[in-house]
């Protein structure tokens, strides 16, 4: 919820900052920003903010706060929304919650940032009520209607040395919530079995040679946790650390966000107040943040912006692509899309790739890969696979329509390459209308892990010499 001023080093990192990388973040080919071309940032000029997501089933849920006015000076937020969609490019709201509805019983400017869980077939909201108090309402959908179960805080002001706001839910593998808050001082507890009442008196959290918004050994607000594989991952706004518990210690690791991978409409402010989450939506992890940089946004107007996460081998974060195209869409006319930014995966892996970068490996008979909403698609495109294959048989990729059931729109037979260390580009053409359509990579061939695929690239068809 804060801003800070910005470095003079981001100033000069922006100045750097070419055409020739904005235009490898594949903006060139975009139109303006509206409704048909979605992306980055979500829904601009709605004043969604402090974006946490929460997945149930195939839907993700985004929990936020609501800033209310373009021209307001100061932070003001008269409730809380919930937004739902299946390809985090279409969304829809779905709930309002207001202070009202709460244990705060009539209206306010101050309400601050969320986060939400489901558990036993019951579903829980947790808020800020400005930097006071937390507390939670619950309902039997994600998307409510809600009711405030306590009649007061859960989190109540003076309960730890730090202010009770910015709620972050953490979910053990066996169901178990935990609860982590504050500002500069972090504080976790564990919840009960109610989700709403505390477990434990909340227990201090420490960060190693901490970094943040305002330099070198400071933290900020805006606590989150998630895990991946066997890592814990506290994260602040854009920066984060690790641990091999959840309780710490966390030892800093550095920012998702980085100059060069940050398109110029997002440069400005770079690292600040980047309130966000990380979750998981069909094998693949984002990133979801504030923006107070795109036209029409500011400091106490902002929208929120997602990124593909992809992990090193070592558990670190790989910084992110912060652009226009956003995710869950491609554009075909880029020179190429990159295999590890898939938008559903059946049978495989993300790992670091020996070519630099990431790669999708383990992918073997009935593995398949879906792209949805691949736009600017020549009609009858040339379709390039650059993958590596060690089967001695090697196999074949379909390129269907939709999904592994779909229509085949074209088959690329990809023979051994010479061990996973050598790749090949593979191409072969489809039979597919112009426009935009979503794309699913079917593999085939013996037993056993029979490619990996590092990027995919369309081309126009090739037309035959009289």
């Known amino acids: 919820m804060l801003t800070f001023p910005c470095y003079v080093c981001i100033a000069l990192l922006l100045v750097l900052l070419t055409q020739a990388q904005a235009d490898a973040l594949g903006d060139a080919t975009l139109p303006k920003h509206d409704e048909a071309v979605a992306g980055n940032p979500l829904l601009p000029g709605k004043g969604i903010c402090d974006p946490q997501m929460r997945v149930y089933g195939d839907h993700a849920y985004l929990y936020a706060t609501h800033d209310a006015s373009p021209t ?93 706001r910015d709620p972050g839910i953490f979910q053990a593998d066996d169901g178990t919530g935990y609860i982590v808050f504050g500002t500069w001082n972090y504080f976790l507890a564990k919840l009960n079995d109610d989700m709403i009442s505390l477990a434990e008196t909340p227990r201090p959290l420490t960060v190693t040679s901490p970094e943040g918004p305002y330099g070198p050994g400071r933290l900020d607000d805006k606590p989150f946790l998630h895990k991946y594989q066997d890592k814990y991952y506290l994260s602040w706004g854009c920066y984060y650390a690790m641990s091999d518990t959840l309780y710490g210690p966390y030892h800093y690791k550095g920012s998702v966000i980085v100059p060069e991978r940050t398109a110029p409409e997002f440069q400005h402010g770079l690292t600040m ?126 390129i269907r329509l939709g999904s592994p059931n779909g229509k085949i729109l074209g088959k690329c037979k990809v023979p051994e390459t010479g061990g996973w260390t050598s790749y090949r580009t593979m191409s072969t053409q489809l039979k597919n209308s112009a426009g935009i359509h979503d794309l699913c990579l079917v593999f085939h061939g013996g037993p056993g892990e029979l490619f990996r695929l590092n990027w995919l690239r369309f081309q126009p068809a090739v037309k035959s010499k009289d």
């Not at 008269?78 to 937004?83: P, R």
């Not at 009539?106 to 930097?131: E, L, V």
């Not at 939506?281 to 106490?300: E, R, T, V």
């Not at 558990?315 to 006319?333: F, K, N």
């Open 72 to 164: 307001a000076a100061n932070y003001h937020m008269e409730d809380w929304w919930v937004w739902a969609s299946e390809d985090l490019v279409h969304w829809r709201q779905v709930s309002t919650l207001k202070p009202t509805e709460t244990y705060f019983g009539q209206p306010s400017g101050d309400c601050w940032a969320t986060d939400a869980i489901s558990r036993s077939g019951k579903y829980y909201f947790y808020f800020s009520m400005g930097p006071r108090n937390i507390g939670v309402v619950m309902g039997d959908s994600p998307e409510g209607p809600w009711h405030d179960p306590l009649g007061k805080p859960l989190i109540p002001d003076g309960l730890s040395p730090t202010e009770a």
């Open 273 to 398: 107040d980047r309130h966000g989450s990380f979750f998981e939506l069909h094998h693949q992890w984002y990133f979801i943040c504030n923006d107070q940089s795109f036209p029409g946004s500011s400091a106490h107007f902002r929208n929120s912006v997602i990124s593909y996460v992809h992990y090193r081998d070592n558990g670190e974060i790989e910084p992110v692509y912060l652009d226009r195209l956003g995710v869950g869409q491609y554009d075909a006319s880029a020179p190429r899309i990159e295999a590890e930014n898939y938008f559903r995966l059946i049978h495989g892996a993300k790992k670091e790739c020996p070519e630099g970068g990431f790669e999708v490996r383990g992918l073997g008979e009935q593995s398949s890969l879906v792209f949805p909403n691949v736009r600017n698609l020549p009609a009858n495109s040339l379709i390039s696979l650059h993958l590596s294959c060690a089967h001695p048989q090697g196999g074949t990729v379909e």
